[in-house]
């Protein structure tokens, strides 16, 4: 096992969202053990980009994995978190470096070790003291950076901390828990808070993605199609906003390539999924789903058909057991003209 110490900062959105989901998917790889991590800092950026401060922190962790297959388990963890590589030191989601690998000294085309700004970065270099002493063989070198470096040119104050999501979600649930006569410590709810915040992660998953990107256009021979594609009985799960309830059912969707422009038929039942895994209503998903495609394709038009049971109608309220709404949205063709509309239709029944 080697020790490692990585470099984590954030500076668009949710910056310690990003940070805490970052460690919780370090954590989760096998080879890797999360053993400590810094405070969290409020850091003025460094490297001569205009853009807003980030929070950094430093993590210390042990692996079996090797300096790129490390490399690589980081890349996988920025790109699950929308990080886009734009400008160079830019503003981003999240950035992870690996500051040490052990003693290791390591010059790769894609790997340099010691990371090669680590001594001339307050950002890194203070939270990383947090975390080395006198026994690491860096642990001077640390600390004369420290003193040389000018701390007004470079900002770094210690920032609260804010509960992580999944603490946050676990909290409240024990908070209900109380609040409806229950005993969070009885034998088969002590671990239900962390089940619900697990649960949530999953199924609303899409609840903070800024746009739907999972999909692959293709070009054929425009002359070779010119009717309507349909993709039905798409099952989904969504959320009302209002209860937090379950709704559940099918969505079809149809689309009228324009110029031979056609999306590659397993992306219709990921934009469901991305539509569907966040709080939202039935109308909604129904007009974002057509809109989004309407968005990335350009077709000639779009119609969507959504058909689901709700539990908030069912287990509550009027309590009526299987009842289906039904909501419709059409954009282009479909909107014009009966006919489309019409064939689309009945090709559901
Ligand atoms: N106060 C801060 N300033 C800067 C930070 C930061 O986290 N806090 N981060 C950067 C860098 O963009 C980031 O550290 C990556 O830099 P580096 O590893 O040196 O180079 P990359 O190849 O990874 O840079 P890319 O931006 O990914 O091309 C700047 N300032």
Known sequence: MQTVYLSLGSNIGDRQYYLHEALSLLGEHPQVLLEHHSKFYETSPVGGVEQNSFINLV??????????DLLDFIHEIEEKLDRERKVHWGPRTIDIDILFYGEQQIDEPQLTIPHLEVFNRLFALIPLSELTDKS????EKIKNAINLLNK????VKVVDEEQSPQTRIERAIREILFAVGENPEREGLVETPKRVAKMYK???SSQRLNEFDEYKLFKIDPSKVDSIVTVKDISFYSMCEHHMLPFFGKAHVAYIPKDGNI????????LVNYVSR???VQENITRDIAEILEKILAPKGVAVVVEA???CVEMRGVKKENAITR????????????EKRMEFLESLS
């Open 59 to 68: 993590a210390k962790i042990s692996t079996l994995l090797s300096p790129n």
């Open 136 to 139: 690491f063989k860096y642990n």
């Open 152 to 155: 007004t040119e470079q900002e």
């Open 202 to 204: 999953e199924i609303l």
């Open 263 to 270: 999306i590659g038929l397993s992306k219709i039942p990921r």
């Open 278 to 280: 966040k709080l939202s």
């Open 309 to 311: 049971q709700h539990m």
């Open 327 to 338: 909501t419709s949205y059409f954009l282009g063709e479909f909107n014009e003209s009966v």
